[in-house]
């Protein structure tokens, strides 16, 4: 069973930076993705940004492209989802999510959230004005 656990959440002013961190375990195939998602009060859960373990490939919805930046460790099983120039339009329930596949995935667009099998409990982000 796959497990994720974020961090990194708080509350930041709008300009500023947060880096969010999510760590997983119980990961059996050669491939996965781990993807951001976000939740406002009030408002659908919308698809951040995501990386494939197979090639490093990425998507980051457009709001946030030039302010946010994956990254991962694979030897820790770690992406990390650098902020900067946080607004308080990105406030919200911040989630991790994975999935695996037996073969090699490739991101060439958005991955709708219910292709991911396992999720985290989430952290807040709170950006201030």
């Known amino acids: 069973e796959v497990q994720l656990v974020e961090s990194g959440g708080g509350l930041v002013q709008a300009g500023g930076s947060l880096r969010l961190s999510c760590t997983a375990s119980?990961?059996?195939?050669?491939?996965?993705?781990i993807g951001w998602f976000r939740q406002a009060p009030g408002k659908e859960r919308e698809g951040v940004a995501s990386?494939?373990?197979?090639?490093?490939?990425?998507y980051y919805r457009d709001s946030v492209k030039g302010r946010f930046t994956l990254s991962s460790d694979p030897a820790k099983n770690v992406v990390h989802l650098q902020m900067n120039d946080l607004k308080p339009e990105d406030t919200a329930v911040y989630y991790c999510?994975?999935?695996?596949?037996?073969?090699?995935?490739?991101?060439?667009?958005?991955?709708?959230?219910?292709?991911?099998?396992?999720w985290g409990q989430g952290t807040q982000v709170t950006v201030s004005s």
């Open positions: 990386i494939s373990s197979s090639d490093g490939s990425n």
């Open positions: 119980g990961f059996t195939n050669d491939a996965h993705v």
């Open positions: 999510a994975a999935f695996e596949s037996f073969g090699k995935i490739t991101i060439v667009s958005e991955i709708s959230a219910h292709i991911y099998t396992s």
